[in-house]
């Protein structure tokens, strides 16, 4: 089985027409607390944290660890996009042996509505298409988080099942290399 550990992290840093995704660095800190401090944010993911928590919890470089790509917008973070392997005990899978990657994606809502998580996403699952041929991606939303599920639909995923999870209806799809993304 081919698994997102298996592949050289970090890669060099993506150029998009307009962001740069790279790993995280100390100098993100303030926005990673910012995005889990936002109760906005926190909708549809679980909720915000009080930011003198996050402020004490969070560590000097944040979200260093493979997979998540730090989302730069004129040289400061603007969000993130996360690949990671999915618990095998939750539900949804399109693969018998579990263990899928998946896609998931946080922005500062002052960086909404201007197509750049869609932007970022599709290079990161250019670069995951190229790094592990083949290998589906999944990505599962509530289906009340309305931007999220334009966003999917808009990156090429399909829809394997609706199911409860988290005292709310949640979507879950998939993508593989080939589809259009972006
Ligand atoms: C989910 C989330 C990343 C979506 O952000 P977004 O900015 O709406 O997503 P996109 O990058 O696809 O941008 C789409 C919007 O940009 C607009 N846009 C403006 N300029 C654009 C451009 N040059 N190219 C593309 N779209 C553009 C589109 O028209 C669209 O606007 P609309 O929503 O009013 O129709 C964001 O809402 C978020 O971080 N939410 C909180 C965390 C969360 O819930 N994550 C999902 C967990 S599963």
Redesign the pocket.
């Known amino acids: 089985m081919t698994q997102l550990g298996a592949v050289a992290w970090p890669p060099a840093p993506i150029r998009t027409a307009r962001l740069v995704l790279r790993e995280s660095e100390a100098r993100d800190r303030a926005a990673f607390i910012e995005l889990f401090a936002s109760p906005e944010?926190g909708?549809?993911?679980g909720g915000s944290r009080p930011r003198d928590e996050l402020e004490r919890a969070v560590p000097e470089v944040p979200g260093r660890r493979p997979g998540l790509f730090v989302v730069e917008l004129d040289g400061a973070m603007i969000?993130m996009v996360t690949l990671d392997r999915r618990d095998a005990e939750r539900p949804g899978h399109v693969r018998p042996d579990a263990g899928e990657t998946e896609l998931?994606?946080?922005?500062l809502p002052e960086?909404?509505?201007?197509?750049?998580?869609?932007?970022a996403c599709a290079a990161v699952l250019d670069w995951f298409a190229v790094a592990l041929p083949g290998e589906p991606v999944v990505?599962?939303?509530q289906t009340a988080?309305d931007?999220?599920m334009?966003?999917a639909a808009?990156l090429g995923f399909t829809e394997v099942a609706r199911f409860e999870e988290y005292g709310a209806e949640q979507w879950f799809g998939v993508w593989s290399s080939g589809t259009p993304s972006g």
């Not at 960086?111 to 932007?119: F, K, L, R, S, V």
């Open positions: 944010v909708t549809y993911v969000g998931g994606y946080m922005f960086a909404w509505g201007c197509g750049y998580a869609a932007e990505l599962s939303t988080n931007r999220a334009r966003l808009k």
